[in-house]
């Protein structure tokens, strides 16, 4: 694809990453934040990641920090927004900022699971409006979710998917808007199991995640789930679904276990205790073993 001018709004977590995949790939780049000391070092939070990943440093001089959001978005192709997941803000921002892009500038969210319909809707061209799911760390998961709403156009749907693929990226067409996409929906449905496990006295949190690294886990980024039925057959599947399928957990809202842990302050790594403990030194070997397996991976396809 040729060279585009993107704006990535919140330079957070998320934005930074998405805005160096796009200048590595030989994109111009805009950065707005609206909080200065987030805007001010993204840049260097770029450089850091590209040095540590081998990757050419000199990319980060494509990226522009940009103070103020109307000339950020100004001159743009294609803008996506990774701000805090908040409908009201993100529905604010794109109020916002449709009056200072051209009519044909594509205008992406990054939301993890909110419908890009309710962020979408109030805009007056919303056929160049979608949903781009990426995954953390954006430099290193490859998958990225093109969603459609009911009015986005094929047009601004099959441009957003080159230009992810141009970039390297996995892009993937969801052509229904609901809530979670595809990748969240799976992933969660998994999580509301794994909590009715433990709350149901199965077995401990420890456990849950041990089985499922030391089984299917390894198996799952070659072989998908689907691939993986027809591997052992649909009428066996058919047959394991007839047993288990009437007694997985179905509650529709968050499980109560998870509501005490939050009302108790167990908030996860952040407050020390979630599921289960964790000191400072597990937290970061098991941040520094995510990180390895992601690269290795990146490597091994390479
Ligand atoms: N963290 C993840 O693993 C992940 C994965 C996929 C998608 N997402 C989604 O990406 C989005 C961003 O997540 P994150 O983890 O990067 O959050 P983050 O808190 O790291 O970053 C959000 C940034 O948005 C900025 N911001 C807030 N209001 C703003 C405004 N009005 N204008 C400009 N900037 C503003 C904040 O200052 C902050 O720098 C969320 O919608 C989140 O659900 C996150």
Known sequence: M???RISV???GLMGHG??????????DVTIYDSVRASLDSAKSRILTNLKDLGE???AVERVTPVAKLADAVGDADYVVEAVLEDLPLKQKLFGEIEPHVRSDTILA???SVIPITAIMGGLEKRERALGTHWWNPPFLVPLVE?????WTSLDAIDWTIQLHAGAGKTPVHV?????GFVGNRLQHALWRECVALVQNGICDAETVDKVIKASFGRRLAVLGPLENA???GTDLTLAIHKTVLPDLDRTPGPSPYLEKLVADGKLGMKSGEGFRRWTPEQQAALRARVLQHLKAARDNEA
């Open 2 to 4: 040729a060279k585009a």
């Open 9 to 11: 709004i919140g330079a």
């Open 18 to 27: 998405i805005a160096q995949v796009f200048a590595l790939a030989g994109h």
């Open 56 to 58: 050419d440093e000199r």
């Open 109 to 111: 969210s990054n939301t």
């Open 146 to 150: 093109v969603i459609a709403t009911q």
């Open 175 to 179: 052509k229904k808007d609901v809530p």
């Open 230 to 232: 027809d591997l052992v």
